[in-house]
């Protein structure tokens, strides 16, 4: 059983490109999460999505950011207009369901892409 | 919201050595907690998990108690590898049941 996989590893844009990322989530999976991991610390969630539906996007940035889950496809978080603050790893994770009142299911994470942004 | 705080590092240790990182949260209900490793260049692993009050997660030798009464979940391991270097989160749910709150990671060095 394949698990997360995310594409590609390894990003270099300059400042003012477009960035599309991408995320399989593991098969059987239905909701997908994505955070970012600048350098010396910890992950900050940015969204959680379900197939065609955006759930919970309180942690992406209100401008330049984007995230859509479609019905065929990969997941694809879109940075427009890099900077370079956008440097990081961006990790996608994955879970088969996510159940209510404060418990969260586990969750299960890609490889990363590391975005530079030259 | 929900919020985790754990130690800062690195932790350097021997092998064979008793390994312990503090970690505490802040939680409205209870949430689930997790240990994540993170080895260098790669994703989060997932390394256990506590869904209620007074569970044990266990793995590879890992342990953690969810404790309620201290609002802790320490982990531990009673004899280090090298093997076992790596970057150690500690995470809650959060309120809304959407996303996992992480905390600024351990390092631990284990040498030989």
């Known amino acids: 059983n394949a698990g997360v996989m995310q594409n590609p590893r390894h990003l270099v844009r300059r400042r003012g490109q477009e960035a599309r990322l991408r995320c399989s989530p593991m098969?059987?999976?239905?909701?997908v999460y994505w955070y970012r991991q600048l350098p010396e610390e910890g992950l900050k969630f940015m969204v959680y999505?379900?197939?065609?539906?955006?759930?919970?996007e309180s942690g992406m940035p209100k401008e330049r950011f984007s995230a859509e889950f479609p019905k065929e496809g990969p997941s694809i978080l879109r940075i427009q207009q890099v900077v370079r603050g956008d440097s990081a790893a961006y990790f996608c994770?994955?879970?088969?369901?996510?159940?209510?009142?404060?418990?969260?299911?586990?969750?299960?994470f890609g490889p990363g892409t590391r975005l530079t942004v030259l | 919201g929900n919020s985790v705080t754990q130690m800062e590092g690195p932790v350097t240790l021997s092998e064979e050595a008793f390994l312990t990182i503090n970690c505490t949260y802040t939680?409205?209900?209870?949430?689930?907690l997790f240990w994540y490793v993170q080895y260098p260049g790669e994703g989060l692993q997932l390394l256990l998990k506590?869904?209620?009050?007074?569970d044990k997660g266990s793995n590879k030798g890992f342990e953690a108690t969810y404790r309620k009464e201290t609002t802790s979940f320490h982990l531990e391991k009673g004899s280090v590898q090298v093997s076992d270097s790596a970057v150690y989160f500690c995470?809650?749910?959060?309120?809304?049941?959407?996303?996992?709150?992480f905390g600024k990671g351990t390092t631990l060095s284990v040498s030989s």
């Open positions: 994770a994955s879970s088969p369901s996510s159940r209510p009142g404060g418990s969260t299911d586990t969750q299960y």
């Open positions: 098969k059987g999976h239905s909701h």
């Open positions: 999505l379900q197939k065609e539906n955006i759930i919970d």
């Open positions: 939680a409205t209900g209870y949430p689930s």
């Open positions: 506590a869904t209620k009050a007074d």
């Open positions: 995470a809650v749910g959060n309120q809304a049941g959407t996303a996992l709150i």
